[in-house]
């Protein structure tokens, strides 16, 4: 299930052995299963995805840098 999020804070990934790269702060959705979730969002004309380990996942709403919104955030 899709579940809508909001990014409020530094939320990053990694595109194999590369950097860490920043996803920016504002809407986006979250696809989770047991072993990732993966982050959907929109900017300007560039959509862009990227799948992150399930841990980092929950650590980054913990923090709130990621938080759900919406129905599902109960």
Do not use: F
Not at 1 to 27: F, H, L, S, W
Not at 41 to 59: C, E, K, L, M, Q
């Amino acid at each position: 299930m899709v579940k809508n999020a909001r990014i409020d804070g530094k939320v990053q990934y990694r595109e194999g052995d590369g950097t860490n790269i920043t996803i920016r702060v504002g809407p986006c959705e979250i696809e989770e299963t047991s072993l990732d979730a993966t982050i959907s969002w929109t900017d300007g004309n560039t959509h862009g995805s990227a799948a992150i380990p399930i841990a980092d996942y929950r650590r980054y709403l913990s923090s709130k840098a990621l938080r759900i919104v919406g129905p599902q955030a109960a």
